[in-house]
C-alpha cells in the first residue's frame, strides 16, 4: 500500500481504500447490533461515522446477521411521502434479496397509510423471508430534517420497539441511526411525544494508540513516523478527518520536495500552508464547522456568545438538555473535557478566534445607540480629572512658593535671590491658574456639547421607541387579522365537513333502510330464509351502527339462528338420534316404533324406518349407505339408507335389543339385550360370531360402543359396570365401575378414552389403557348418554335433569348448557362440530347450533328468574329462582353453589359484596341472609324485617347492608355485627329498592308511594328530594360518577334524575311495566327491564334507544357485566340470558352463524352507489 493511499480523507474507508482505525465506538456497536437494541451515532461530520456503519455490517454479515444500508440521500428530499417510503423498502429488498416486489406490495396496499404500510412490510415480509436477525442502519438521517412527513418515520421506528412487547418476533429487528443531528431534532412535532429510545454510540477522537497505523507514511522508520504522527495528533486533536487530511498534506509535500529528516517547524508549515491560508477557509470540514457556528445555528448569537467564552478559556459546563451546547457539540468545534466544554484541537482554536466569532455576530442598533450615548458620557468623565490635575499643580506651586519665602529668611544675602524667584514663581502660578481657568471652561463647553448630544441621542432613542412600537401594533393588527381569516377558513372546513358528513351519514342511514325492508321482505316470504334476512340486517347495521332499527332486526334473527333448535317431531318420546358421518343426516328413534332420517340443513323428514315396537337405539356404518336399528320387539335390523329398504333378514334376539354399533369397517354389528348379553353379527351374513356369547353381565345392556381401531368393544349395563371387550376373542380386559345404572359409553376419537354415562348424576372419563381416578362431570340427575366430538376435544351429555351440555375433555369445564322442557335420552354431535343433536321426552330430537359459541348464553332455571348480579370481577353471576339464589360461571355458564332460605318463599334479590367474598340475597319470607360466596356458608343470624324484603343493597365499604321491605321501611346493618343503625326510612307505602352512592353518602330508596327519594346514609335524614312517578316505583340504582340517578315504574317509563338539582334529564318509554334499570360501568349506556318482554339498551346523554333484547315473557332484572361488554337479562321465561352490547360483536357472531354472504344478484342496486357491493362476513363465501 503507497503512502498516499493510507489515507482516508472524505468517504467510507471502505470506499478509499484507506486503513480502518478502530476506536472504543467499534466493539460497543457491533455488540448493540448483535443483542438487538436499538441505537444512534448522531455526531459531527467527517468524525467516522459511516465507516464504522460500514465496518459493523461487515462484521455482522460475517456472523451471520442480515444487515441493510440506507442512504437517504440516495432517495433525495425532493420527493412525495409515498416516493420516499417506497424508495426505502426498495432498498430493502435489494439488499436482503427479498422475493417480494416492494413496488408492487406497496401498491397492493395502498388503501392505507405509508407510515403503517412500511410497519406492515418489515413484519409481515422482512421478518417473514429473513430468519435470523435484520439490522436496518439508516445513514444522513440529517437530511430529513425539515421535511414534512419524516416525523411518521421515526415514530414508526419507536412503534417498531414498543412493540416487541406484544410481538417477540420484532426483537429480531433493530435499527441503527447515523447522521449530523441529536434525538430532539428527529421528530419536531411540539404535540408528539420526543424521539427518546435507543442507545447512543459516541464517537471520539483517535487516540496516539489507535492512530499508530498512520505512522507508516510520515516518516523514514518508525521512530520517526511516530514522532511526526505525534505532532500532526497535537494540531488535530486526533480528529478523523484532520488527522487524515495533515498526514495527506505531508505526504504530498515530502513528494513534491523530495526525502528527509521532518522538523516541527516543517510540519507546522504543512499545517499553515493547508488550514490558515487564504483559501483554506474553503476545506470542507472547516465550511462544515463555519455554516453551523452561524448559518445553521438555532440561535446564531447564543451559538456564537457561548463558543466565545470557551474559547476564551471560561469555565462551560456541559448540560445535555442545553439547545445551544449541544449544537456547539454537534459542530464538532468543541469536545466535552470532564464536565466542562473545550476547543476540540489546536487548529479550530487558531480559525476559530474571539475576534472572527465577534465579526459574526449579529448587529444590534439598540445596542450601538447605547454605546453612542455612553461615549459621551465616558468623554465628559475623563476630561473631569484633567481639570481636577491642573488644580493640584497649581497648588504644589504655591506650596513651593513658601518654600523659597522661608529660604529667604533664613539667608539674608540671597534676599535678591528670593525675591525674583519669588515673581518669576508668582508670575508661573498666575499662568497655569489661567491655563487651568482656561482648561475648566474648555471642558465645561465640551460638557455642554456632549449634553446636547445624550439629549439628541435620548430623542432618536425615544423617536425609534414610538417606530417600533407602531410597527409592533401594526404587526399585532395585522397577525389579528390573519388569525381571524384563518379561523373563517377553518369554520367554513368544519361546516361544509360536517355538511358531507351529514349528508353521508343521510345516504348510509337511507341504504341501512333499504337492507332494513328486505330482510323483513325475505322473512315474510319464507320463513327458512332466516339465514338470507339475517344477512341483510347484518349489512344495514354494518353500514348504520347507531341505528336501533338495524340492532333489533339482527338481534332477532341471531335468537332464532341461536336459541330456537331445529325440531325434529315423533309422536312419542324420542330415545336416539346420531349423525351420519358426513354430517349432511340426522337418524331418531322413537317409542312411536319408528326410525326417521332427517335432512340436516332444512330439518325436512327423508324416510321413516318402522318397527312393531319402540326403537331403542340407531347407527350409521362409516360410509353413511347403511342404517342399523334396534327395537323392543326383539330385532335389530339394517337397512339401505338411500332407499330405506330393509337389507337380509332381521337379527333375532330374545329380549328387546337396547342398543347397535358398527365396526370402523362395517362388517360386524354390535347389539345389546335385555337378556343381560352382548352379541356381535356378521353384517354380510346375518351369522352370530361364536364366541359373543360369552360376552355376558349381570343385568341388562343397555348401550354399546366400537373403538374407532375396531380393536375393541365396550358395552354399559344396569349391573352398574361398563365393561370392554377385545374384538378378536372377546376377552374382557376392563370393568368401569359406577354407583348407579351405567346408561351410555363411548370410545375418544383417538382409542385413549372411554366415557360413561351413570343414574349416580355422573358422566365419567377414564383412561383406556391406564388405572388412574376418572374425570367427573356432574349432573343434577341421572346422566342418560355421552358422545365424544370428532376431534376429541369435547364431550356431549344428556340427563333426566332435562339438560344437554357440552364440556371440555382437558378441563372438565362446561362450555355449553341446552335446555330442553323434559328428559334427554340421547346425545350426539355433527362431524364438523357445529351442530349438537338431542333426543328428548317431549316427542322432539333437536338439532342445536353450538360452534363457534353464541355470547347468548342460557342460563335454564325451573321457575321465574326474578333476579341477578354480576361478581366485582366478572367471573361469576348470581340468580334468584324459587327459594334459591344459584351461582354460575359467567364464561361456561357452569352452575356453582346454591343459597337456599328455609322456607318455600320466593328469592327476591341477590347482590356481591364490593370484594365479591360475600353474597346478599332477600326473600318473601321478610328475611335477608349474608354467604360466604366459595363456601355457601350462612354467615349471620338473618336480618329481618315484618314483611317481605324486595331489595338488598351493599354500601361501597361493604360494612352496611341496606334492606327494603313491604313493610314500607328501609333499614340500615352493619355487616359484622349483624345490629340495626339507627332509625328505619320511611316511605308511605312498600318500599321496592334502596341503593347506595358511589360514595356512600346518599341511599336511594324507590316505592310503591310512586317516589323515589334521597336520604343522608349516615344520619338518615331526608334530602327533601321527591322524584315522583305516576305509578309505583319498582327500581332505583346511581351513575358510576353519583351525578345521576334511574329509576323505573309501572308507568312504563324508566327515568334519570340530576342527583344535585332533582331535575328529570331522560324518559325511557317501554310498552308495559319497566321492572328493573342498570347503567353501565362507564355511565354512557342505560339498560331497562320490563313487562312487555323485552330489555332495552339506550344512550344516556340523549335517551336514544340503541337496541331491543327480546325473551318469550316478562323480563324482570337486568345488569351489566364489570367490562360493560355485556347485559345480563332474568326473566319469567325461566332463562337469564347474556347479551353482548358492541354492535360489532353482534355483527361478528352473525357471520359465525351464517352460511354464507348475499349475493351479487340479493345486493339491492337502489344503494350500489352509496353501498357498493362487498363482503359483510369475510370468513364466509
Known sequence: MSDASLYTVGGTVQAGGGVYLARRADPEMLSLCRAGTFAFVLTARQMGKSSLMVRTAEQLYEEGIRSVIIDLTRIGKQVTADQWYVGLLVVIQEQLELNTDSAEWWNRNRDQGPVQRMTRFLEEVVLQEVPGRVVVFVDEIDTTLGMGFTDDFYAAIRYLYNARASNPELARLSFVLVGVATPGDLIQDEKRTPFNLGQRVELTDFTLEEARPLAQGLGDGPEQGRQVLEWVLGWTGGHPYLTQRLCQALVDHKQQNGGGAWARQDVQQVVERTFFAEKSFQDNN??????????????????????????????????????????????????????????????????????????????????????????????????????????????????????????????????????????????????????????????????????????????????AKQEAETARTEAQRLQAEAQQALAQKEQVERESARARAEAEEKFKEAASYVFLNRADDTLRAASSALPVSAAFSTEALRLYPSSAGAMDSLIRAL???????????????????????????????????????????????????????????????????????????????????????????????????????????????????????????????????????????????????????????????????????????????????????????????????????????????????????????????????????????????????????????????????????????????????????????DQRARLWQIAPRSPLVLLPHGAAVTALAFSPNGTRMATTSGNQATLWDEATGQRGRRFTHDTNKPVTAVVFSPDGTRVATASEDGTARLWNASTGESLSPPFSHKAAIRSVAFSPDGTHLATASDDDTVRLWNTASGELRGRPLRHAAGVRAVAFSPDGRLLATASEDGTARLWNAATGESLGKVLQHELVVTAVVFSPDGTLLATASEDSTARLWDVATGQQRQLLQHDSSVTSVAFSPDGTLVVTASEDGSARLWEATTGRRLARMPHRSRVLAVAFSPDGSRVATASEDETARLWPVRSQDWIDLTCALLPRNLTRQEWPADVSKVAPYRKACPNLP
Open 286 to 463: 472547516l465550511v462544515f464547522v463555519r455554516d453551523m457556528l452561524t448559518r445553521r445555528a438555532p440561535e446564531p448569537e447564543r451559538v456564537l456568545r457561548t463558543y466565545q467564552d470557551i474559547r476564551r478559556g471560561r469555565r462551560v459546563a456541559d448540560e445535555e438538555r442545553s439547545l445551544v451546547k449541544a449544537h456547539l457539540k454537534l459542530a464538532g468545534v468543541v469536545r466535552r473535557e470532564g464536565q466542562v466544554l473545550r476547543v476540540r484541537n489546536a487548529i479550530y482554536d487558531r480559525v476559530f478566534t474571539v475576534a472572527w466569532a465577534r465579526s459574526q455576530l449579529p448587529v444590534d442598533w439598540r445596542v450601538v445607540r447605547l454605546a453612542a450615548l455612553g461615549l459621551v458620557i465616558l468623554g465628559f468623565i475623563v476630561l473631569l480629572p484633567a481639570s481636577v490635575l491642573l488644580y493640584r499643580q497649581l497648588a504644589a506651586a504655591e506650596r513651593d512658593a513658601d518654600a523659597v519665602r522661608e529660604e529667604l529668611g533664613r539667608a539674608q544675602k540671597l534676599r535678591e535671590d528670593a525675591e525674583s524667584a519669588k515673581g518669576r514663581a508668582e508670575k508661573e502660578a498666575s499662568s497655569i491658574k489661567e491655563e487651568a481657568q482656561k482648561s475648566v471652561a474648555q471642558a465645561q463647553r465640551e460638557t455642554q456639547v456632549l449634553q446636547a448630544d445624550a439629549t439628541k441621542a435620548k430623542e432618536e432613542a425615544e423617536k
Open 559 to 841: 335468537v332464532q339462528l341461536r336459541s330456537d333448535p331445529v325440531p325434529l317431531a315423533h309422536d312419542d318420546n324420542v330415545l336416539a338420534v346420531t349423525f351420519s358421518p358426513d354430517g349432511s343426516l340426522a337418524l331418531s328413534a322413537s317409542e312411536d316404533g319408528t326410525a326417521r332420517l332427517w335432512e340436516v340443513a332444512t330439518g325436512r323428514q327423508r324416510l321413516k324406518l318402522s318397527h312393531n315396537k319402540p326403537v331403542t337405539a340407531v347407527a350409521f356404518n362409516s360410509d353413511g349407505s347403511r342404517v342399523a336399528t334396534a327395537s323392543e320387539d326383539g330385532t335389530a335390523r339394517l337397512w339401505n339408507a338411500a332407499t330405506g329398504q330393509p337389507l337380509g333378514a332381521p337379527l333375532q334376539h330374545h329380549y328387546p335389543v337396547n342398543a347397535v354399533a358398527f365396526s370402523p369397517d362395517g362388517k360386524l354389528l354390535l347389539t345389546g339385550c335385555d337378556d343381560r348379553t352382548v352379541r356381535l353379527w356378521n353384517t354380510a351374513t346375518g351369522a352370530e360370531v361364536s364366541f359373543a356369547k360369552a360376552m355376558t353381565h349381570r343385568d341388562r345392556v343397555t348401550a354399546v360402543a366400537f373403538s374407532p381401531d375396531g380393536t375393541r368393544m365396550a358395552s354399559a349395563s344396569n349391573d352398574r359396570t361398563a365393561r370392554v371387550w377385545d374384538v378378536a376373542t372377546g376377552k374382557r380386559l376392563s370393568v368401569l365401575q359406577h354407583m348407579g345404572r351405567v346408561l351410555s359409553v363411548a370410545f375418544s376419537p383417538d382409542n385413549t378414552l372411554v366415557a360413561t354415562a351413570s343414574e349416580d348424576r355422573a358422566a365419567r372419563l377414564w383412561e383406556v389403557a391406564g388405572d388412574f381416578s376418572p374425570m367427573v362431570l356432574a349432573h343434577d340427575k341421572a346422566v342418560t348418554a355421552v358422545a365424544f366430538s370428532a376431534d376429541g376435544k369435547s364431550v356431549a351429555t344428556a340427563s333426566e335433569d332435562k339438560t344437554a351440555r357440552l364440556w371440555d375433555v382437558a378441563t372438565g369445564k362446561q362450555q355449553v348448557l341446552l335446555p330442553h322442557q323434559d328428559t334427554v335420552n340421547s346425545v350426539a354431535i355433527s362431524p364438523d362440530g357445529k351442530t349438537l343433536a338431542t333426543a328428548s321426552e
